[in-house]
């Protein structure tokens, strides 16, 4: 199904045409920054330099520190009267960058989210459950008003009180729900403990932060959904970037709205399709808030093309931040591989917790995991056997080893939004 069919599915020269156009027109548009303006002048670029979209790489690139040094309206290229809302990223470390819309940007970005409930067959009828934070996080009012607009019945439940999220799933007869990957699993493991049926429940959207496939086969499971993997980021409105369709083998990523290009994160050097490396985005109908080649950091590849959905333009599922990815005695290692073998082990449940430290120089990785009381013996032996067999795992896919450490059902941290499970306690890092 298609919100837009003639936009979702262009290709060839008339998308192009269509990018171009756009490129150009943001280009103009980011001459109101003053980031942007001295960029460009130090750069020589003029408007004639853009000709074609490859010419985008003689832009300049835009890094998140560079919104931080903005704060709070250094990027925004219209007078303010003219922005009619803000959002803020959660700045988990310094300022947090802002993010303005004018009535324009908030109309475009309902459609993003029309498009994207629509391809995995939400519609008129459908009961949508947005469990996610509802201020200054863009995936409580992005979604809502996507929502709104494709005619599903809306409740803004928002985070927090589990039971009564459960409560209203059921007495509103629920069929879809958005949140983190994390909350999901929360969600799923209060149902059980409660024996609370979810039995109206047909589609989960999760997103926000990086999830295996291993946790999509069990949130399927266990909420009795089709899991659906849907990215965003606050810098190009929120979520809503890219989605995945009924396939669910990549996400597409609205072509119309956002050029996209790869990069190694290390040289700055453009890489083609199957290599893997950090998205870089031009958003190209942006209007308070246009930006040039924004460095996302996060880690994915492009995908071929062709997808019997009909839409093109794909990204593999983000494996991790460039920023994120911690370097453990020179190996590289997303937090999502550990996820990937824990779910693999019936031993132990899905919640982790992740320390790095630093003992004598030398990086060490301690990973605590909650025991599955359904396959434990309740024998110090088993104990032993278990904690062999998690080290021994994960040893296998990060070729690194670790300690883990065994812990009580239920005594790690739940998460209602993005989950934050590592924490490096190393110098300097
Ligand atoms: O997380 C927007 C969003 C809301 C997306 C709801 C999807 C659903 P920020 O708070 O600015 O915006 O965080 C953006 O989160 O750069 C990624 O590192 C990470 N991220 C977002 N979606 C995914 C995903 C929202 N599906 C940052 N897979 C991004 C992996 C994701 N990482």
């Known amino acids: ?8 599915t262009l290709k060839g020269k008339d998308l192009e045409q269509l990018q171009l156009k756009r490129l150009k027109w943001t280009l103009s548009q980011v001459r109101h920054v003053g980031f942007y303006q ?3 002048r130090e750069g020589g670029i003029g408007a004639d330099d853009i000709r074609t979209l490859d010419d985008v790489r003689k832009l300049p690139f835009t890094r998140k520190q560079d919104l931080r040094d903005g704060y709070p309206f250094g990027f925004i ?10 959002h803020t990223t959660s700045g988990t470390t310094g300022k947090p960058t802002v993010v303005g819309y004018t009535r324009r940007d908030l109309e475009a970005w309902a459609e993003l989210i029309a498009r994207n409930l629509t391809m995995v067959g939400l519609k ?5 459950q947005n469990m996610v934070n509802y201020g200054m996080f863009t995936g409580g009012l992005g979604f809502h008003y996507g929502a709104e607009k494709v005619g599903l019945t809306v409740i803004p439940s928002a985070t927090g009180n589990t039971r009564r999220q459960i409560e209203m799933i059921q007495d509103f007869g629920v069929t879809a729900i958005h949140c983190t990957p994390s909350y999901a699993m929360h969600l799923a493991e209060v149902a059980e403990e409660i024996g609370a049926e979810l039995s109206t429940l047909r589609t989960g959207l999760f997103g926000a932060e990086p999830w295996s496939d291993a946790m999509r086969g069990e949130l399927e499971r266990r909420l009795g959904v089709t899991a659906y993997d849907s990215y965003g980021l606050s810098e190009l409105f929120g979520p809503g970037v890219a989605f995945e369709c009924p396939e669910r083998d990549g996400l597409h990523i609205w072509h119309d709205s956002y050029l996209v290009e790869i990069i190694d994160p290390s040289t700055g050097e453009v890489l083609g399709p199957g290599e893997r490396g950090e998205l870089v985005v031009t958003p190209l109908v942006k209007e308070a808030m246009p930006l040039l080649r924004y460095r996302t950091g996060d880690i994915t590849m492009l995908l071929p093309d062709e997808c019997p959905c009909g839409r093109a333009q794909k990204i593999a599922r983000i494996t991790g931040r460039s920023d994120d990815m911690l370097v453990i005695r020179g190996i590289n290692v997303f937090p999502s591989q550990i996820e990937h073998v824990l779910l693999g082990i019936p031993e132990v449940g899905n919640q982790f ?6 003992v004598n120089h030398l990086d060490e990785m301690t990973i605590e995991v909650e025991i599955n009381r359904a396959h434990f013996s309740g024998e110090i032996a088993d104990l032993a056997r278990i904690q062999k067999k998690v080290v021994k795992e994960l040893r296998d896919t990060l070729e690194l080893r670790t300690t883990v450490k065994l812990v009580e059902p239920g005594s790690l941290p739940r998460f209602e939004g993005k989950a934050k499970r590592v924490i490096d306690r190393r110098e300097g890092v």
């Open 1 to 8: 199904m298609f919100w837009n069919e003639k936009i979702e």
């Open 124 to 128: 008129e009828g459908d009961v949508f």
């Open 38 to 40: 001295q960029q460009l």
């Open 353 to 358: 917790m992740v320390y790095v430290d630093r």
């Open 77 to 86: 290229a219209v007078p303010l009267s003219q922005v009619v809302r803000i």
